[in-house]
Nanobody, 123 residues
């Protein structure tokens, strides 16, 4: 599976950004998708996940009510809308794919990662 994320950038605290990810190489609608992030000096962490059909979505507590994951199976795309950004959201964000249709909050559910996109939130 190939994953290409885009949409990162520099934004002020309180601002918004939308990330997009294009997937190819397998039947997109059969697999859960997720977003992970890694801040400097920290381990990679789960941000959000969405089931294959888009019915179930999960968000980390740190981003709940601010970030929203969605997907468009017709376009093989997954998105992350990020509102009310905080400096602690600064990280490289990775689009990730699961081995099966179920999404979880576990990092190991999403073993396939694309190249990341940098999100920097200034205070």
């Amino acid at each position: 599976v190939q994953l290409q994320a885009s949409g990162g950038g520099l934004v002020q605290a309180g601002g918004s950004l939308s990330l997009s990810c294009a997937s190819s190489g397998r039947t997109f609608s059969n697999y859960a998708m997720g977003w992970l992030r890694q801040a400097p000096g920290k381990e990679r962490e789960f941000v959000a996940g969405i089931s294959a059909g888009g019915v179930s979505a999960y968000h980390a507590d740190s981003v709940k009510d601010r970030f929203t994951i969605s997907r468009d199976n017709a376009k093989n795309m997954v998105y992350l809308r990020m509102n009310m950004l905080k400096p602690e959201d600064t990280a490289v964000y990775y689009c990730a794919a699961a081995r099966g249709p179920m999404a979880t909050r576990r990092l190991d559910t999403y073993p396939y990662w694309g190249q990341g996109t940098q999100v920097t939130v200034s205070s």
